[in-house]
């Protein structure tokens, strides 16, 4: 995950969920809060396996600066091929050494079975410093329940998860009905490589698909070990940075004029904090606040199906949206991230800079959001250009680019996610979500492939340590997602599991 992890978001609004409004035995209360651990059946050999192959992957630097993710993509291939994959089925590929990703394809029993399932997960990790952590950030270390290391949780993880499914399915000649291909990938979390768009844009046969898993997003949010939610990522909202620039030209700060740079940039901002962008639902929100309105607060679920209705109830939304979480949920949000502005402590600025972040709805462009920052600095100008994210140039326009307006979730991914969601996270509901941040699945999305983000991974909501020190999981969350993607990725494929 770039930006804001979901269960971070999780923890803002589970402030919000309050489990004390359901009615609860005593017996029922003793089960929810003993711990954590809930279904994992997994045997020796598949969880020693699967130890060995996270292990391998935590060991393996994959960091943008001195780490390689051709040396973790290379680990798992050599892996694959001696589980019996054909080798043409195993792919590296990469614009250059040090940025390689994986593409394999486990085949279907029947050529000409429905389009393939993709699984998107990234190798690369953010940086993590030896002195900042109490154990070594590269060495998987096993303690006290959890599993320490960097990308325990971002996500070497899943990515373990996903690499012993696919051994399992060949070792046992599993044979689904489409094909599953899994493509581990380069620089999701910073550098210039990401390995998703450069697989869509130079080998879109390889990973076209009828649908895309991301396992980067989503995921069980827990209290102490006890399931509060199941997250489904559904779409995603657009990322844009503008600048917003005056120019004067400037001189002795003893004889102050009206036109000042600093002053109208900070005019123009005055009117952007109070000029929020317009309320608006997808089929993804509603579906989201639906279900969050069954387990929420008399006041909060009452609000949310105020706010549901033809038309939206106007005072309700002005409760809900003082929550950031639900604020960004139901509209494109714009704010200030810095600023930057004049030459000395006794002159007139001659320039002044404000970097404006957006998170755009889907089914809007950042052109779009820009022409809207244009009329809200209009008077007097202040310039409003793109930055384009990969090399910070200034444009004088954005990309016309639209995220694809959102389906509700299918059916057929939800389905048996839901069956097995309740098998292993009893009680919790699953719920359909918009990743107010971003991940990989931006690319897919953007290339017609509808993306769901579902890690299968349960963290405690005052545990979300991605990108932090001293990053760690479960061990028990481990191995229930090493079971729950064998079942769900055969239910996906035609198989009954059970
Ligand atoms: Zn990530």
Not at 17 to 30: D, R, V
Not at 139 to 154: A, K, N, P, S
Not at 230 to 243: C, I, P, Q, R
Request: glycine residues 8%; hydrophobic residues 40%.
């Amino acid at each position: 995950m770039v930006s804001l992890p979901i269960r971070r978001r999780a923890a803002a609004y589970g402030r919000i969920i309050s489990f004390q409004h359901m009615k609860t035995t005593p017996f029922l209360l003793a089960t929810l809060l003993l711990a954590p651990g809930f279904a994992a059946s997994v045997d020796e050999q598949t969880r020693a396996l699967s130890r060995d192959i996270l292990k391998e992957l935590i060991e393996i630097n994959t960091t943008d600066s001195s780490g390689s993710t051709t040396a973790a993509a290379e680990a798992m291939r050599v892996r694959l091929l001696a589980a019996g994959f054909a080798p043409e089925d195993v792919k590296l590929l990469g614009p250059n050494e040090r940025k390689g990703n994986l593409v394999v394809r486990f085949r279907s029993a029947r050529p000409g079975g429905p389009k393939p399932i993709l699984i998107i997960a990234h190798l690369d990790v953010v940086e993590a410093r030896r002195a900042d952590w109490t154990t070594d950030p590269f060495r998987l270390v096993e303690q006290d329940g959890y599993f320490y290391g960097r990308g325990t949780q971002d996500m070497k993880g899943a990515d373990a998860i996903m690499v012993t499914t696919l051994i399992r399915f060949a070792r046992e000649r599993y044979r689904p009905d489409r094909d599953i291909i899994l493509a581990l990938t380069a620089d999701e979390e910073g550098g210039t490589f990401n390995g998703v768009d450069w697989l869509l844009k130079h080998h879109r046969d390889l990973v076209d698909a009828d649908f895309a898993l991301n396992p980067d997003s989503g995921g069980v949010t827990t209290e102490r070990g006890r399931p509060l939610d199941v997250e489904v990522e559904s779409t995603e909202k657009l990322y844009a940075d503008f600048e917003l620039k005056a120019t004067n030209p400037g001189g002795h700060s003893s004889l102050p004029v009206p036109d000042n740079a600093i002053y109208h940039v900070a005019d123009a901002l005055a009117r952007l904090e109070r000029s929020p962008f317009p309320f608006e639902l997808n089929a993804v929100t509603r579906e989201y606040f639906g279900s969050l309105a069954k387990v929420e607060s008399p006041e909060n679920a009452a609000d949310m199906r105020a706010m549901l209705a033809e038309p939206p109830d106007q005072a309700a939304i002005g409760r809900l949206q003082r929550v950031a979480q639900f604020n960004a949920l139901v509209r494109t949000t714009c704010v200030a991230t810095r600023l930057d502005a004049g030459h000395a402590n006794n002159a007139l600025p001659q320039s002044a800079r404000a970097t404006v972040n957006c998170r755009i709805l889907p089914g809007h462009s950042a052109e779009e959001v820009r022409l809207e920052l244009v009329r809200i600095a209009a008077d007097p100008p202040v310039s409003v250009s793109y930055i384009n994210e990969a090399t910070g140039e200034r444009l004088g326009s954005a990309p016309l680019g639209k995220s694809f307006p959102p389906v509700a979730p299918r059916a057929d991914v939800l389905a048996p996610l839901e069956r097995l969601a309740g098998q292993y996270w009893h009680g919790a509901p699953v719920v359909p979500d918009m990743e107010t941040g971003a991940s990989d699945s931006k690319y897919t999305i953007a290339a017609g492939i509808p993306s769901f983000g579902f890690s299968a991974l349960a963290i405690d909501r005052d545990d979300v340590r991605a990108h932090g020190k001293d990053e760690r999981l479960r061990v028990s969350s481990y191995y229930d997602g090493v079971d729950f993607y064998y079942h769900y990725l055969k239910a996906l494929t035609g198989s009954a599991a059970h």
